[in-house]
């Protein structure tokens, strides 16, 4: 199978605290990753993606950082979280045709 | 980049009623999916159809690259059918990203 894992799935973080999303995907080898963010409800915003260990390209400039420290994984970080970064974060992998999501962290910002 | 915009955005149907979910793509593409978010955030995958016409059950795409847009068909509703349905496109060397439509929001009552 190729399973995407994401953890926690429920996080509450304080203002200014530090954030880091882990996702890993099992059954394929030299995926590409990506992190995706849904705000209100609708709509879903590509954040970052990789193509391979290292290699990070960002979509948006923001408060977020990705690293991609080995083949399967792959990381989403902040040091100082702001309310903006409120929100349902998704992680996806895709070969060569289509993607497959994982279950997602939604991050509350208080 | 890519802009996507999918019609109507709310759909409210009874229990066995057929409907017509559209999206409108303004540049080629090599990857078009369809996925329905659960009540829970989860994004399942319905249908991969960059071009070409697909079947699952109750349900079927179409997608015309020549003329820019895709059509998801839902038959006899069921109320497990409602959540929010996305269309998602993938132009250029195929490993920028999905740019998501706004999305779909269909509720079937009982």
């Known amino acids: 199978s190729q399973t995407i894992h994401q953890w926690p799935a429920t996080l509450v973080q304080p203002v200014g605290s530090p954030l880091s999303l882990e996702c890993t995907v099992e059954?394929?080898?030299?995926?590409?990753l990506y992190w995706y963010r849904q705000a209100a409800g609708r709509g879903l915003q590509l954040l970052f993606y990789?193509?391979?260990?290292?290699?990070i390209s960002s979509e948006v400039p923001q408060n977020l950082s990705a690293s991609r420290p080995q083949d399967r994984q792959f990381i989403l970080s902040s040091k100082k979280l702001l309310l903006s970064d409120s929100g349902f974060y998704l992680c996806a992998r895709k070969g060569n045709t289509e993607a497959f999501f994982g279950q997602g962290t939604r991050l509350t910002v208080v | 980049g890519i802009q996507v915009e999918q019609s109507p955005p709310d759909l409210i149907l009874q229990e066995g009623a057929n409907s017509t979910l559209r999206c409108n793509f303004s540049d080629s593409v090599n990857n078009l999916q369809w996925f329905h978010q659960n009540p829970w955030g989860q994004l399942i995958n319905l249908f991969y159809?960059?071009?070409g016409t697909k079947q699952n059950g109750r349900l079927s795409a179409t997608t015309v690259a020549t003329e820019r847009y895709s059509l998801l068909y839902i038959s006899s509703s069921q109320t497990t059918d409602s959540g929010v349905y996305f269309c998602a496109v993938e132009g250029g060397g195929g490993a920028d990203g999905l740019t998501f439509g706004k999305g779909t929001h269909l509720i079937i009552q009982p």
């Open positions: 059954g394929t080898s030299n995926p590409n």
């Open positions: 159809i960059p071009s």
């Open positions: 990789s193509v391979g260990i290292g290699q």
